[in-house]
C-alpha cells in the first residue's frame, strides 16, 4: 500500500513508517506534498528509448505473437545491436509501460531451483550416473547416493560412505 491509501485509512504517519520502512519525516513529506499538489518532476520525463520509436515500432510488428506478449529484453537488444542505443535496458522498459501498459501475461517465466536440487532430484530417479558404476562394485544406499563407486582405480575411493 502507498503512504497516500494508508493515510486516507487514517494509519497515523509513524506506523506508515513503520510498516513501509522509512522515517516518519519521509511519510510527512510526502503527504504534505500530496496534500499541496505538488508534481512530480520525474513523471514529465521524456524517455531515451522515444528516439528510437520508428525502430522498436518496426521489431514490435515483425515479433508480434497474439499468444504471448513481447519480451522488453528482446525488445532493448535490437536497438542496441542495429542502430547503437547506449542507455539502460530499464529505460526501454519503462517507455514500453508508459506506451503500452503492463501485459496482462508474463513473456517469460523463469523457475529457479537451489543449487544442486535439479541433480539431486535427477539421481534419485537413475539418471545422471557412471553406467559402469555398478560394475565397479556400487550400490545405492535408501537416499540415493551411489556408495562404493570411487573416483580411484580402487573401489570405493573417495566414495559416500553407506549410514
Same mark, same amino acid.
Given at each position: 500500500?502507498?503512504?497516500?491509501?494508508?493515510? #486516507? +485509512?487514517?494509519?497515523?504517519?509513524? &506506523?506508515?513508517?513503520?510498516?513501509? @520502512?522509512?522515517?516518519?519525516?519521509?511519510?510527512?513529506?510526502?503527504?504534505?506534498? &500530496?496534500?499541496? @499538489? %505538488?508534481?512530480? @518532476?520525474? +513523471? &514529465? +520525463?521524456?524517455?531515451?528509448?522515444? %528516439?528510437? *520509436?520508428? &525502430?522498436?515500432?518496426?521489431?514490435? %510488428?515483425?515479433?508480434?505473437?497474439?499468444?504471448?506478449?513481447?519480451?522488453?529484453? #528482446?525488445?532493448? *537488444?535490437?536497438?542496441?545491436?542495429?542502430?547503437?542505443?547506449?542507455?539502460?535496458?530499464?529505460?526501454?522498459?519503462?517507455?514500453?509501460?508508459?506506451?503500452?501498459?503492463?501485459?496482462?501475461?508474463?513473456?517469460?517465466?523463469?523457475? *529457479?531451483?537451489?543449487?544442486?536440487?535439479?541433480?539431486?532430484? %535427477?539421481?534419485?530417479?537413475?539418471?545422471?550416473?557412471?553406467?559402469?558404476?555398478?560394475?565397479?562394485?556400487?550400490?545405492?544406499?535408501?537416499?540415493?547416493?551411489?556408495? @562404493?563407486?570411487?573416483?580411484?582405480?580402487r573401489p570405493g575411493v573417495g566414495a559416500t560412505p553407506a549410514r
Amino acid at each position: 500500500m502507498t503512504i497516500q491509501v494508508l493515510s #486516507e +485509512k487514517h494509519v497515523p504517519a509513524r &506506523a506508515i513508517a513503520r510498516q513501509l @520502512g522509512v522515517t516518519d519525516g519521509a511519510v510527512r513529506y510526502h503527504l504534505r506534498r &500530496a496534500r499541496d @499538489g %505538488a508534481i512530480d @518532476g520525474r +513523471k &514529465a +520525463k521524456v524517455f531515451d528509448a522515444a %528516439a528510437f *520509436e520508428g &525502430a522498436i515500432d518496426v521489431w514490435r %510488428a515483425e515479433h508480434v505473437d497474439d499468444d504471448r506478449p513481447i519480451n522488453a529484453r #528482446e525488445v532493448y *537488444e535490437h536497438p542496441v545491436r542495429t542502430h547503437g542505443y547506449r542507455s539502460s535496458y530499464k529505460s526501454v522498459l519503462r517507455y514500453l509501460r508508459a506506451r503500452f501498459g503492463r501485459p496482462r501475461i508474463r513473456a517469460y517465466r523463469r523457475v *529457479e531451483t537451489p543449487p544442486g536440487a535439479h541433480a539431486a532430484a %535427477a539421481a534419485r530417479r537413475g539418471r545422471d550416473r557412471p553406467p559402469a558404476h555398478r560394475a565397479r562394485g556400487g550400490r545405492d544406499d535408501a537416499r540415493g547416493v551411489v556408495t @562404493g563407486a570411487g573416483s580411484g582405480d580402487r573401489p570405493g575411493v573417495g566414495a559416500t560412505p553407506a549410514r
